[in-house]
């Protein structure tokens, strides 16, 4: 495998200046061609005219998979207030002093469960019924639930959408009601100690 250095040069087809161009490698942020996130800091073939990237050498393909693999996607759904209030007390029993920042990782935690069990489908319908039959007060103020995952939490819950016929909003809402049942209910939650030591990880 050829290895590049900053200042080298070389030639690529430039698709800006559509021409084969003069390349000088050098190190510089690169968005991905989806615009779904950005990696920082990677080598890569600049056009000596026009100033664009044109290509990546081979060394910078493990920073562009690590980068892609963090990559975020925003999360936004309206809740009911009390379902938010839910799994906040949820993670109030987990760690007092998490806070917000627990809620995406709680809700990924039990969306790989289901994902990962051969009858958590059916499960998660029935709990997506569950909660869409609930009734509550005429009147009742909404919350907007908003933060942002991984590309791979973003990857389940598609699938897990799309298998259940549900939106986003309807698996958070199911997803809500299990957490409400294994840590908000029971007065020993079996969850609990797995998922205290899941959050001293995300607090270090």
Not at 174 to 194: A, H, S
């Amino acid at each position: 495998m050829k290895i590049c250095r900053a200042g080298e040069t070389s030639h690529a087809i430039c698709a800006h200046c559509k021409a084969l161009v003069p390349t000088t490698f050098a190190y510089r942020d690169v968005p991905f061609e989806d615009g779904a996130g950005i990696v920082r800091g990677i080598l890569a073939a600049v056009c000596d005219r026009c100033g664009l990237v044109v290509a990546i050498p081979a060394q910078s393909t493990p920073a562009i998979r690590r980068a892609r693999a963090v990559a975020e996607v925003a999360l936004e759904v309206v809740l009911p207030a009390p379902e938010l209030e839910l799994l906040d007390l949820a993670i109030w029993r987990i760690d007092p002093e998490a806070g917000q920042r627990l809620r995406k990782s709680l809700l990924a935690f039990y969306l790989a469960r289901f994902a990962s069990e051969p009858q958590g489908a059916d499960r998660l319908r029935t709990l997506i019924e569950a909660a869409e039959t609930a009734r509550h007060p005429a009147g009742l103020p909404r919350k907007r639930l908003s933060c942002k995952i991984s590309h791979r939490t973003d990857a389940v819950l598609r699938d897990m959408a799309a298998g259940l016929k549900a939106s986003r909003t309807q698996i958070v809402r199911g997803l809500i009601r299990e957490i409400d049942l294994r840590l908000v209910r029971p007065d020993v939650p079996e969850d609990l100690e797995t998922l205290r030591q899941a959050a001293a990880l995300v607090a270090a």
